[in-house]
């Protein structure tokens, strides 16, 4: 696609960052699981965390840039592109979801990372099935008291505020859900130890605890009853930003198989001029850039305003297909790398890890196709 001068001027300022001071860390925050804090701060150095969202917020307007800042911070480390993931995603739930107050309350802290947010629908029996969450939001007088327990809510230990979904509705009902703002230092709310992860390490992954948490009225995202629909809708035009994560750690998996193979000799000869290590690369490469092509034409779908069931497959086919590509390059390139695939010496284990952490989180890809197959036979149905 043809990008703006804009556009290639973020591309290739991220690019360069990611080079000279992303990349060097990469494997140390893999191998230590520790928040990378520097990298949130050279994140915030550079005004990248309103990049998708309006003007206003000093932001870009532009999902294109976005997925590029994405994309080259990806290439090099996991982590460090996910810093921006986990304060985009409660950014875009306010801006959607949110009353004015909420957002001049929340957004321009955000944007200038002074806060961090997190966001949490999963609990130990409900994942994909959203509705089939149990945490209740009662009415009390001045608000809401909050009981339940989430799992695998990601930048929760470092978050000021964590946006919650609970039911409000009737007891044992599926429907009726909402968003709340809740700040980590409500009563009654507590944050547990953090997972031992296989990839995805340096975000913390907490389970949350909810023992009558008083939440006031003004921290409900949106209508009681309605709220979830609106955020949740309002995340098909995010999606392609969990898409081009799988582009960037394709990409990156395949620079790195590139660089060995070219260094390396078996036989007499450089491995890269076997013909078969040749057509592993090449269907590399032919991956990637079909998964590029439909990542990016999704964010220049979601810049030209189109929205409901035509953007959500056409991001749920992104997602899908670029998580999967992540997946079977990182595998291929761990093969190319041979006994170094599998040695912690080398980074490429790295991606093989964070790979499949892809192809679960924001919507499993079964999930995806389930969106896809639904829309296609909606359709068929209809004609
Ligand atoms: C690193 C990491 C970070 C995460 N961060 C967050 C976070 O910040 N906030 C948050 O709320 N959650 C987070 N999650 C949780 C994540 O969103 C869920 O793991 C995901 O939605 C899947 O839910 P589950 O694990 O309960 O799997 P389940 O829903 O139990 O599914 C198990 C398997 O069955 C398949 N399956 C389920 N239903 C169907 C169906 N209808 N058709 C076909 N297949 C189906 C799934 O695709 C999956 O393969 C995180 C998870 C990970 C691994």
Redesign the pocket.
Known sequence: MQLSDEQIQVRDLVRRVAAERVAPRAAEIDASAEYPQDMFDLLRELGLFTLPFPEQYGGSGNMVSACLAIEELGRVCYNTAYLLV?QW?PFGAILAGGTEEQKQRYLPGLASGELRG?????EAQ????VAGIRTRARRVDGGYRINGA???????AVADFIIV?AKTGEEDTRGAINFFIVPHDTPGFEIGPK?D?M??RG?P?CPLFFDDALVPEENRLGPEGKGFAIVMDAFNQSRPIIAVRGVGLAQGAMDLALDFLGQREAFGQPIVDFQGVRWMLADMAIQIEAARGLVYKAAAAVDAGVRGKELASMAAIAKCHATDTAMRVAEDAVQLFGAAGISNEFPINRYFRDAK?LQ????????Q??IISRNLIAEARSR
């Not at 989430?150 to 929760?156: E, G």
């Open positions: 986990v995603v997190a966001f949490s629908t999963t409900s994942g994909s099935d989430k799992i695998w809510c990601t930048n929760s979904a997972e992860k990839g995805a975000l992954s952490v679960i989180v924001e919507g499993t890809n079964q999930i196709r389930n």
